[in-house]
């Protein structure tokens, strides 16, 4: 049936279709909606999908269901395969039975706040095939091939989108679900395949997978997946692109005519994968043309291949690309970046409303720093925690406060200015130690949110108790995976997760650690919150606030309006306190007072705190 | 309009339903069985944050962004957002503006600039746009209630932009009203008031 989908969609259709047992994942823009469209289908009859702990924990899962033969599918973004990689190499060199695909998003031009890495270079360190899909379209198509390719060389295949095509929506002709095989799972114990104890047996395996990818080249090569178009004659421009760069080949060769080049004469050579390295359709295009054009995003991998590829035949070609400094190795590709190569390839002027101009407009555009919503339970840790700064006689930015991934970072922003850094999920701890063993001599307060905390960050603050180190941790408990788009994680509550899942009771696990100075706070109740970082920054030793109180777009959904705040005209003199501390974007500047946004509000009460002049009423629903 | 190649690029905040005006032009174009590539960046999409999208139309399996000069129409649903689609906008082509003004917290403590109309209408116009303003005092009630503004600003600009070469108001009627059986009286008439209203071509001077 054909119908709009995403590119992630795109991904578990393709794998519903192609009979996929095991899917597991961990939330992160862009690739979130693959497991999350999956979640809105409801229970499927014999496929297990779940939103594990983290990468690693579902690359686990997906690796031992492909052992037994069944098909599994794992998604990830960019930085979760650094997460998962320590397993998934490892996997790797075992193999699999059943097909296990891995899908990873990458994210050139950032659209969601993290390092531009590059993940072919993982494909290539694990000699994983990595197919790269230019639509929406071709990502239904890969996925299912990926499956096939997967069973046939007996290790698990990457497929790789980037922002750009896993968020784009398109028409794909969708077929109707494959159960999953009936087959009993059956696992051969054979430890020379699925241990590592010993030297001979890991490099068995190692050869084993070299060997895996010369045969995944074999049979994409007998697919044609890679498309080689020479020009009539030889001796022209050649070029070489790869992944979603492919969609803007056709449009860059218009501008390019219209730029005044002569494209009538060009060959091309369109790929789906940079690993394995396609020797052969290189070699053709590379005996064909005197300058060859390569077009990738991020990272020059492919035009690396390329000269080795030249150096190996002995042919004198002028290679175009990032190596020469023509293209950027920074930010998402259009039809632009592919015109500048063209033109300069061809050794045409490169005309001006090609280069990039500084945009004149945009400057003059208003600031729009990303704030926490209404309601947001944040808000009053970051005010709690500024204030008992304050209470302690510090003064601004004399004390470090680190970081972490998701919702939490908002607090980097103003009005709170409270965060300092970030690095990766689960940082914000042991970089806090790092901190204090540097011998900075200020409290050190570290911040992380649940679902981090459960991701990566309990190592750290185990670590950070077992060496008796003295900070403060905050972890922020709204009850869901929110930045990404509301996922439930293990603290979510038990009724919002799948039927037969348990919540895990995040205080009950931070008191099992050992941490005796705990304090369970509403970050609603500023005073409470406050009260306990005054405490907390007296104490020695490692000490844990946990603020708790749902998102509150969560609790908006259902329908929860824990208060409403209303303004007495009178007292309000529009001191604008309120605007400055709690920065909510609820609160509006009106002619003689300030106005309460009703609809955005949910009552949380953080702005009636600050009111030095009760001008906010908080009255119960 | 030649096969139908048509790129627009839609910019506003979290909150104005602004991926549900790309949506529905993607979802006409699906029924007219046009090519397209709908692309929402929706970041760290949230309430009066920046959100864009990107519409193409009529090519087999695009490269999904739009190049700079590249759109044939741009829809802005906010006064200061609209700079940020100026530079996509190809010469002479429309650029349908709704001048709602959403002033980030920073602007409404005085503490930081914000743009007027006519340093936006200027920016557009030296970028060779078309423009075509959308008063928002002008968006009706219904009901004694404020219609959506996606959908009367999609209504004018199925009146105002090139756009009406590619759909009639039929088609987009038919895919608003797919997306919501329920309110289907209520989004005709916003479409409706949308394409009756009137736009200023010219600067308007009391704004």
């Known amino acids: 049936m054909k119908k709009i989908v995403s590119g992630n969609e795109a991904v578990v259709l393709a794998a519903l279709a192609s009979g996929v047992k095991v899917v597991a994942g961990y939330p992160g823009t862009p690739s979130s909606e693959a497991i999350g469209s999956l979640m809105k289908m409801g229970k499927l ?46 996997i790797a060199y075992s193999g699999c039975k059943g097909g296990m695909v891995v899908y990873v998003c990458d994210d050139p031009g950032v659209s969601a706040g993290m390092c531009e ?14 197919l790269e899909p230019a639509s929406v379209a071709e990502t239904y198509e890969l996925t299912k091939f990926a499956f096939e390719l997967s069973e046939a060389i007996e290790t698990p295949v990457f497929v790789r989108s980037v922002t750009n095509v896993a968020q784009s929506h398109a028409v794909v002709d969708i077929e109707e679900r494959t159960l999953p095989s009936p087959e009993k799972a059956v696992w051969e114990k054979d430890i020379n395949r699925y241990a590592k104890a010993g030297a001979a047996m890991c490099m068995a395996q190692h050869r084993r997978l070299i060997d895996s990818l010369a045969k995944a080249s074999k049979i994409i090569a007998e697919r044609g997946l890679n498309k080689v178009e020479p020009a009539p004659e030889k001796g022209g421009l050649g070029i070489i692109s ?28 369109k790929l789906k994968t940079t690993v394995p390295f396609p020797a052969d359709e290189v070699r053709a295009i590379l005996r064909h043309c005197n300058t060859v054009l390569v077009l990738e995003e991020l990272e020059p991998y492919l035009e690396r291949g390329v000269y080795i590829e030249a150096y190996k035949l002995g042919v004198k070609v002028k290679i175009v690309g990032k190596l020469d400094g023509t293209l950027s190795r920074i930010g998402d590709y259009s039809a632009v970046q592919v015109a500048k190569g063209i033109c300069t390839a061809l050794g045409q002027e490169i005309p001006a409303n090609l280069l990039a101009d500084s945009d004149s407009a945009v400057e003059k555009a208003a600031a729009r720093p990303i704030t926490c919503c209404a309601g947001c339970p944040h808000r009053g840790t970051y005010m709690a925690i500024n204030q008992a700064l304050k209470n302690a006689g510090y003064k601004k930015d004399e004390v470090i406060v680190t970081g972490d991934i998701g919702c939490t970072i908002l607090g980097m922003n103003p009005p709170f200015n409270t965060v300092w850094m970030e690095i990766s999920m689960g940082a914000s701890i042991p970089s806090a130690q790092g901190f204090v063993y540097s011998g900075v001599e200020n409290p050190v307060i570290a911040t992380i949110g649940d679902s ?7 190592s750290g603050l185990i670590n950070a108790i077992q060496h008796g180190v003295n900070l403060t941790v905050v972890i922020m408990d709204n009850g869901w995976t929110a930045m990404t788009g509301m996922q439930v994680n293990p603290g979510t509550g038990s009724e919002f997760q799948q039927p037969g899942c348990t919540q895990v009771d995040l205080v009950k696990v931070v008191e099992g650690l050992g941490v005796e100075n705990l304090f369970v706070v509403d970050p609603y109740n500023l005073e409470e919150t406050t009260k306990a970082f005054d405490k907390a920054l007296t104490l020695p030793g490692v000490k844990v606030v946990v603020t708790r109180r749902e998102c509150a777009i969560q609790a908006a959904r259902r329908k929860i309006k824990y208060a409403t705040m209303t303004v007495d005209q009178e007292k309000c003199n529009l001191c604008k306190l309120c605007i400055n501390i709690t920065g909510c974007p609820a609160i509006e500047l009106g002619e003689d007072s300030i106005n309460i946004d009703q609809a955005q509000c949910i009552g949380c009460g953080l702005c009636a705190e600050v009111c030095k002049r009760s001008a906010i009423v908080k009255e119960a629903k | 309009m030649a096969n139908n190649k048509f790129d627009i690029y839609i910019v506003g905040l979290g909150g104005q339903g602004v991926l549900t005006i790309g ?61 940020k689609a100026v530079r996509y906008l190809k010469p002479g082509a429309d650029f349908l503006l709704y001048g709602l003004v959403w002033a980030p917290t920073a602007v409404m403590l005085g503490k930081a600039p914000y743009p007027t ?77 949308g394409l009756k209203a009137s736009v200023y071509r010219n600067m308007p001077q009391n704004t």
């Open chain 2, 23 to 83: 949506e529905i032009i993607a979802d006409a174009a699906f029924n007219k069985g046009i090519p397209v590539n709908f692309f929402p960046t929706k970041g760290m999409s949230q309430r009066g944050g920046f959100v864009r999208a990107q519409l193409r139309m009529g090519r087999d399996e695009p490269g999904p962004s739009i190049p700079a000069k590249g759109a044939d129409l741009v829809i802005s649903m906010e006064r200061s957002e609209s700079l």
């Open chain 2, 117 to 193: 109309l006519a340093e936006v209408w200027t920016e557009i116009e030296k970028a060779h746009g078309k423009v075509a303003y959308l008063d928002p005092k002008t968006l009706p009630e219904y009901k004694e209630k404020k219609v959506r503004d996606n959908i009367y600003v999609l209504g004018a600009v199925m009146a105002e932009t090139g756009l009406k070469n590619i759909f009639t108001p039929e088609d987009i009627i038919a895919a608003v009203n797919e997306r919501w059986p329920k309110g289907a009286e209520e989004n005709l008439f916003a479409f409706q008031a």
């Open chain 1, 242 to 269: 790869v992944g979603v760069v492919n969609g803007y080949l056709e449009e860059g060769l218009e501008l390019a005519r219209e730029a005044g080049c002569n494209v009538q004469e060009v060959s091309t050579l």
């Open chain 1, 452 to 458: 981090t905390f459960f991701h990566a960050g309990i």
């Open chain 1, 45 to 90: 009859e014999g496929t297990e999908v779940e939103w594990s702990t983290n990468e690693k924990v579902a690359v686990e899962i997906t690796g031992a269901a492909a052992w037994a033969g069944k098909r599994s599918l794992c998604t990830m973004k960019m930085s979760g395969l650094n997460v998962a990689y320590d397993s998934l190499i490892s």
């Open chain 1, 117 to 130: 890495q590059d993940t072919r270079g993982f494909a290539l360190m694990s000699d994983m095939p990595m």
